[in-house]
């Protein structure tokens, strides 16, 4: 079966079984391996990704879940030569120390701004609840998060 959605501002069409996770079809079907597979059960957040705007997991959500639907990946957020300014104020804060958790903890957070540009230090913690980070670096990911959307609000670091 054929499944038809938009993937990172991109219309893609994949020829996977319908109940293959989308995770796998992301990583294996087209070889975006920012989606991390984790837990396999929704409770790590290595897998989030954005659905028609909406932070959810991949890894149990089925492709013929996506069909028809906007999807955006860890690779859609920013480019090389224009990182998102969540990816930028990661840098800056040196939040990421593995990386394994990252790719959802900023999709997580991409979601948030959308919803909450001004966000306050509880608003981001309840943002990423749902994304583990076995390395310890919880705080200096919350602090990025907020020098990110005080930037995306043009309020200087």
């Not at 938009?6 to 087209?30: F, I, M």
């Not at 920012?34 to 959500?61: I, Y």
């Not at 966000?119 to 670096?137: F, I, K, Q, T, Y």
Request: net charge negative; aromatic share 4%.
């Amino acid at each position: 079966m054929t499944v038809a959605f938009e993937l990172n501002g991109a219309a893609v069409a994949l020829d996977l079984p319908p109940e293959t996770p989308l995770v796998h079809a992301l990583r294996d079907g087209l070889g975006l391996f920012g989606t991390r597979w984790g837990c396999g059960a929704e409770a790590c957040g290595a897998c989030m990704v954005l659905l028609d705007g909406k932070a959810v997991p991949s890894c149990t959500l089925a492709l013929d879940a996506v069909a028809g639907r906007r999807v955006l990946s860890v690779e859609g957020l920013g480019t090389p030569t224009a990182p998102h300014p969540l990816q930028e104020a990661f840098l800056a804060e040196q939040a990421g120390q593995c990386g394994y958790c990252l790719s959802g903890i900023l999709v997580s957070a991409a979601a948030l701004l959308e919803t909450n540009p001004d966000p306050d230090e509880a608003a981001v913690r309840a943002a990423l609840d749902r994304n583990l980070c076995r390395c310890g670096a919880h705080n200096r990911i919350i602090r990025a998060v907020l020098r990110a959307a005080a930037a995306m609000r043009g309020v200087p670091a």
